[in-house]
């Protein structure tokens, strides 16, 4: 069983940076491109930043220059460095990630974590 765990997450104030982290466990044979998305309330969920396995990333223009993905292959980990946090950042975090966990299915399947919420208010 793949499972994603999101932490991180908090109650910062304007201007500050957090420093999210997701780590992939389970019975993974290979993880293709990792992102993060947010779900802020009365809104839909839309992806902030994703990153392939090779370290080629895309940002949202919103966060383009606070925000800085990156992730560890070895420990199947992706990494949201946020900075500058603005209230608008405010929303519940979500990890995604295309994992290929089945040596039969050889196209992945896209895992989700179960959200970290990130306030920003002073």
């Known amino acids: 069983q793949v499972q994603l765990v999101e932490s991180g997450g908090g109650l910062v104030q304007p201007g500050g940076s957090l420093r999210l982290s997701c780590a992939a466990s389970g019975r993974i044979l290979s993880i293709n491109t990792m992102a993060w998305y947010r779900q802020a309330p009365g809104k839909q969920r839309d992806v902030v930043a994703s990153?392939?396995?090779?370290?080629?990333?895309n940002y949202a223009d919103s966060v383009k220059g606070r925000f800085t993905i990156s992730r560890h292959n070895a420990n199947n980990t992706v990494f949201l460095q946020m900075n500058t946090l603005s209230p608008e950042d405010t929303a519940v975090y979500y990890c995604n990630a295309e994992i290929r966990a089945n040596p039969v299915v050889m196209l992945p399947q896209g895992y989700w974590g179960q959200g970290t919420q990130v306030t920003v208010s002073s």
């Open positions: 990153i392939t396995r090779g370290g080629s990333a």
